[in-house]
């Protein structure tokens, strides 16, 4: 009934990727895979991403419609963003110490996966807890903002400042991507612990999906979180600049 | 597989990636319920979403009898003439045909077709089964809360669908967003199997133009259907918001019986837009696996390769981009800058192009062929026609002069349940009457088989043509009874009176197919493994049904395109997709 897998022997090691427009029309003119050089499991993230994409597209999207066709005048971002420091109201320095985070954790995810590709299985796996601290530092951040903007009076249905839709709006798509963040919290935490056990070195097969895990995860997860940073970068510009 | 007489040049490349690992269950949980394998993940998928199938088809005789008989039977309130309307548009649309294309025909066909042993990640592809069942109970469960389902109409346009006054308003929409949420995200985690797969998957000699169209109709689908569902993620979201929370993202300021609502300054027309944004493509997420399908059948049926099958895949491609933009002909009436109206209508004609190409190329597949009408082939037939009276009345409502009339008459009903009901219906049954000896390793029954078909697609002609002449003649649709109205005639009702009795028939006469069905699990005739000779991969398998893996020890090594039907030269009139290449062919 069932078929022992078995390896061919014909497996190719040369790398099968060309560059240039001719290269690309070579690669999908061809056979088994379109993505030469891509593993099924990272095309399957760029292709998650891209629908992401769509996700927070709509979300931004709607909230730019609501934020035109409202009547009533939306509230002021650099003072509803301003913390109170030593007296003195500054504007937008909580998001900037926010993004400052999200950003820094991108630069170690990207030394992480450097790390992985390069068996550095210590290393990679304390970058990893480091980019982990970082995102749920992020999330902490945030919500101490939700936490304060609550205290202001901020509601999902209004707010003393303006237009029902800001809190509506902010709630929304900060807790979407705060969420994003969460999941990606939890995930490299989990695979930081399978590299630093040695996993994909043994072969030890996965919880869930009883399969073997690669070092390639590592830049997986990766794509991930720096898709997620990027994501910010709109929502930070749309929400607090704008 | 080489053979000495093969030139140099036709050897396939070598294999780019080491054969994959599978998971082999180790008890009967793992292998049928909680299976990872997408044969079985394919067959529970269809199961499920035949079973919310048959609910929304008694949902639809609920509509007909009150439509016939206004007032007769005692249960068929306004509410619950208005819920079954939803409820059956809904289910239809999502959580049938979306699921049985994709994640019925689409597990079970694209591993095999492709030549792959599974999908690239089986762990997920089952997660997405039983996210889209919970998705499914968690609709279906509205029935049992107070208040029953939402009677907002399957495009639960807001204000409306969160107001008091809407049946179901308790319970029933915030259910329905859940439900819907979920299937998005059940789907998501399908759709990138179906699409990775694909891509990156096949076995060596398969090129993406190597492909039957049926992979290319359900990767197209599925590409759509991961842009498009975002679209009603968010819209769902943020209704769900508004009737949980009291946002006001689509509500405006409006008073309610008197008394003014918290609601404040929301735009319902972006709800519009994100709704016809996943709306409009959903249709050809439905439509595109349904040409690919047909396309096959008819080839097979036929005994002759599809007729300009690179056409083919890029009219599919284009449909696919086209689809994309059009979604603004959903909204003629509802408030619109005239230059969108123009650009819509332009982009929603230009689909006609690739379209009306692949009907040519269909009838052009079957000139000259040696046409066997076995039961598949009759449903492909029907389809033919059935869509190209269902794309024909496209062409009137997407202008948008003469749409603005008809809009929300029976005329729109008629024109959709002939273009996305009927016709990707008659295709399922096609597909499963084809590929059921794949399945089960038995035939169906052909004469029971041609019952069925007669009934259904005579009998679908007669509850739906009449009907755009009641539409023509202003009937409008969704309206719970006409009363008096001074522009339909009394024999309109006469009319409606002969479609239900006629929708109850052939409602009643799909019980042949269940019957023939199951019956055939056991006493069908014996299938062998390629009962029709037919060249593409999946029949080639060494087992029938196909067993865990697919393809035994070796992947199959595929040398030509799957089409190579009447073959000059051949040894028969036909020529599997692996085998290997004789004499002098020219295949693709």
Redesign the interface.
């Known amino acids: ?8 022997e ?3 090691t040369e790398p ?1 990727l060309r560059s240039s427009l001719h290269g690309m029309v070579a690669d ?9 050089g ?4 990272k ?2 993230m760029w ?2 991403l ?3 994409t ?2 927070f ?3 931004l999207i ?1 909230y730019m ?2 934020r035109m ?4 005048e939306w509230p002021h971002p650099s003072e509803i963003f301003a913390l109170e420091i030593g007296g003195k109201k500054i504007p937008l320095i909580l998001i900037a110490i926010m993004t400052f985070d999200l950003i820094t954790s991108s630069g170690t995810m990207a030394m992480a996966v450097n790390f992985a590709y390069a068996r550095e299985r210590r290393k990679a796996a304390i970058l990893m807890l480091v980019t982990a601290f970082f995102g749920a530092a992020f999330v902490g951040m945030q919500a101490f903002e939700w936490t304060k903007l609550i205290h202001e009076g901020v509601r ?3 707010n003393p400042f303006g ?3 800001f ?3 902010f709630f ?1 798509i900060t807790g ?1 991507h705060g969420f994003h963040v969460s999941i990606g919290v939890i995930f490299l935490l989990i695979v930081a612990r399978a590299v630093w056990r040695g996993d994909y070195d043994v072969g030890r097969r996965g919880f ?5 895990g690669r070092y390639e995860i590592v830049e997986i997860m990766g794509l991930y979180w720096h898709f997620v940073d990027l994501v910010w970068v709109f929502i930070f510009a749309f929400f607090y600049l704008w | 597989m080489t053979d000495a007489s093969v030139p140099q040049n036709v050897a396939p490349p070598p294999a780019e990636v080491a054969d994959v690992e599978l998971y082999h269950a180790h008890s009967w949980i793992t292998k049928y319920v909680f299976s990872q394998d997408a044969k079985v993940i394919a067959i529970q998928y269809a199961g499920t979403a035949i079973t919310v199938g048959i609910l929304a088809l008694v949902l639809s005789w609920v509509i007909r009898l009150q439509l016939a008989f206004p007032g007769a039977i005692p249960f068929i309130d306004a509410s619950v003439y208005y819920q079954s309307v939803t409820m059956h548009g809904m289910i239809m649309v999502v959580y049938m045909l979306t699921a049985i294309f994709l994640g019925g025909f689409g597990n079970y066909l694209i591993p095999l077709m492709v030549g792959a042993r599974d999908m690239v990640f089986p762990y997920v592809n089952m997660l997405s089964f039983w996210v889209y069942l919970i998705a499914t109970l968690v609709l279906v469960s509205s029935y049992f809360f107070p208040g029953g389902p939402t009677g907002a109409g399957w495009t639960l346009y807001p204000p409306q669908s969160i107001l008091t006054g809407t049946p179901g308003h308790e319970y029933g929409i915030i259910l329905m967003l859940v439900s819907l949420i979920l299937f998005i995200v059940g789907f998501t985690m399908g759709g990138l199997n179906y699409v990775v797969t694909v891509l990156q998957a096949r076995t060596r000699g398969m090129t993406l133009m190597r492909m039957p169209l049926t992979v290319w109709g359900i990767f197209a689908a599925a590409v759509m259907a991961l842009l498009a569902f975002p679209g009603l993620f968010v819209a769902c979201l943020m209704l769900l918001l508004d009737r949980t929370l009291g946002t006001s993202f689509f509500m405006p300021s409006l008073v309610e019986l008197g008394e003014r609502k918290d609601y404040v300054g929301g735009s319902p027309i972006l709800f519009q837009h994100l709704f016809w944004f996943f709306g409009h493509p959903e249709v050809y997420i439905v439509a595109l696996p349904a040409f690919g399908v047909v396309s096959d059948l008819i080839s097979v049926h036929a005994r002759k390769n599809i007729f300009g099958y690179r056409m083919m895949v890029w009219a599919i491609i284009a449909i696919g981009v086209l689809g994309m933009v059009v979604w603004g002909h959903h909204m003629y009436i509802s408030g619109m800058d005239p230059w969108f109206g123009f650009f819509f209508a332009v982009t929603t004609l230009a689909i006609a192009v690739p379209t009306a190409l692949k009907v040519y190329n269909w009838v052009l597949t079957l000139w000259h062929a040696d046409i066997h009408f076995t039961t598949p082939m009759l449903f492909a037939l029907g389809f033919l026609v059935t869509f190209v009276n269902g794309g024909i009345t496209g062409l009137y409502l997407g202008n948008v002069i003469v749409d603005v009339p008809l809009s929300a008459t029976l005329f729109v009903v008629a024109h959709f349940h002939m273009v996305m009901g009927i016709a990707p219906v008659l295709v399922i049954f096609g597909a499963i009457y084809h590929w059921y000896p794949k399945i089960t390793g038995r035939m169906m029954d052909e004469r029971l088989g041609k019952i069925h078909f007669w009934i259904t697609f005579l009998g679908a002609y007669a509850i739906f043509f009449p009907m755009h002449y009641l539409g023509v003649l202003g009937m409008p649709r969704r309206f719970y009874e006409m009363g008096e109205t001074a522009f339909v005639p009394a024999s309109a009702a006469t009319l409606n009176i002969v479609i239900t009795v006629i929708a109850l028939a052939v409602g009643f006469a799909q019980s042949i197919f269940f019957y023939n069905l199951f019956k055939s699990l056991k006493h069908g005739a014996p299938a062998g493994g390629n009962p029709w000779r037919a060249a593409s991969l999946e029949w080639q398998t060494p087992e029938t049904p196909p067993g865990h893996g697919n393809w035994g020890k070796q992947l199959p090594v595929v040398y030509r395109w799957p089409y190579a039907y009447s073959v000059p030269g051949a040894p028969e009139d036909y020529l599997p997709q692996n085998a290997p290449p004789v004499r002098g062919e020219r295949s693709p």
């Open positions: 009934m069932t078929a022992e897998p078995v390896t061919t014909h497996v190719t099968t999908w003119s061809s056979d088994q895979r379109s993505f030469k891509a593993s099924w499991g095309a399957m292709i998650f891209v629908s992401d769509f996700v597209s709509c979300f709607s419609t609501v066709s409202t009547t009533v999902p249905w209004g237009a029902a839709q809190g509506s709006s929304m979407f869930f999906t009883s399969r073997k």
